[in-house]
């Protein structure tokens, strides 16, 4: 069976967002064109990670062209996206890898998020030499998204992504882990329960 390449180019919306209650938060990559519609699944890590890298990337992108670049220093207003997510959410796989590029002829973002995949290795070079064939492998590796993206359209992404992540749980003003309704308990309290 060939590898399943669920390809965006250009998509017309791509978005990180979440579904259920904060605490308890599924993570989404989202891509749509027209009435298609993917979903993949990751975690709130992974979503700060691509954030947080795509925006260095696109700075590094306009230092680098002397700021010639069809790239924004901040997230143009009318392509701003708010809205939630396409339902019904369907997840069609849960994120491993992620890597980004930016195509300087083109002038695009590429994201690309493949499936994990659980790998057997012996020792760590095995391992790492085992992730990179399936990295390489186009033709039998494991589902990939990979969406194109304008300039304006990553740095929107990237704004939209950071808030997703930091509109979670509030955190403890004296522990900084982030604090439920119920509240937590508090190593800095002697584990005293604290509220919220």
């Known amino acids: 069976m060939s590898r399943q390449v669920y390809l965006y180019d250009p998509p017309d919306r791509f978005v990180a967002g979440t579904v259920g209650l904060p605490g308890r938060r599924t993570f989404f990559l989202q891509a749509a064109a027209g ?3 993917t979903s993949v699944a990751l975690e709130k890590t992974q979503v700060a990670a691509l954030a947080e890298r795509m925006d260095e990337l696109l700075d590094e992108v306009v230092r680098r062209s002397g700021g010639s670049a ?4 901040v997230t143009p207003t009318e392509i701003s996206d708010t809205r939630p997510l396409e339902t019904p959410v369907e997840e069609e796989f849960r994120v491993g890898t ?3 590029a930016w195509d300087g002829e083109e002038q695009r973002m590429i994201v690309e998020a493949q499936a994990l995949v659980e790998l057997d290795a012996d020792t760590d070079e095995d391992l790492a030499e085992a992730e990179e064939r399936l990295l390489q492998d186009e033709e ?3 589902p990939m998204l990979r969406v194109r993206l304008t300039g304006a359209q990553a ?3 990237a704004k939209r992504a950071l808030d997703v992540v930091n509109a979670g749980r509030p ?4 522990c900084s882990l982030p604090l439920d309704p119920e509240g937590h308990v508090c190593p800095r309290q002697n584990g005293y329960r604290r509220g919220a």
């Open 35 to 37: 009435p298609r519609v």
């Open 70 to 73: 069809a790239v924004p220093a």
């Open 98 to 100: 992620m890597a980004l």
């Open 140 to 142: 039998n590796g494991p």
């Open 155 to 157: 740095r929107a992404f």
């Open 171 to 174: 955190p403890c003003p004296l």
